[in-house]
């Protein structure tokens, strides 16, 4: 549970992480397609080795390299949208303890100069 103003200084420490929201829509977009360039650069790459090795012909090469690429591109994308959103609760999740260990420090009671005597 948060108050009102820990989530303040969450959220300003939040749009100070993603650049006021700019950097947020462009980290998200960057990790999905990171993700999905690779998954589709690996399928083209195992369709065109097993066509090299069975010595299949270069049209239906082309074509299941390019089938295979597009489905290896959509789960690319899930993965990086899953991924983005881990990073990003993980490192919320931490501000938040962060934030709970002060407010815990700030509301001990400190023994006042005539209670120590």
């Known amino acids: 549970m948060t108050t009102t103003i820990q989530r303040a200084v969450l959220c300003q420490l939040a ?28 399928a083209m790459n ?12 270069l049209q239906g090469t082309v ?18 949208m899953i991924a983005k959103s881990t990073v990003d609760q993980s490192v919320l999740a931490k501000i938040e303890g962060e934030l709970a260990a002060i407010q815990d420090n700030s509301t001990e009671p400190t023994a006042s100069p005539a209670e120590s005597t």
Do not use: D, Q
């Open 15 to 42: 749009s100070k992480w993603r650049n006021c929201g700019k950097f947020e829509a462009k980290g998200v977009r960057l990790v999905v397609r990171t993700y999905a360039v690779i998954m589709t650069l690996v």
């Open 46 to 57: 195992v369709v065109l080795l097993r066509a090299i090795k069975n010595g299949a012909g």
């Open 63 to 80: 074509a299941s390299a390019l089938l295979w690429m597009l489905i290896l591109g959509a789960v690319g994308m899930v993965v990086g």
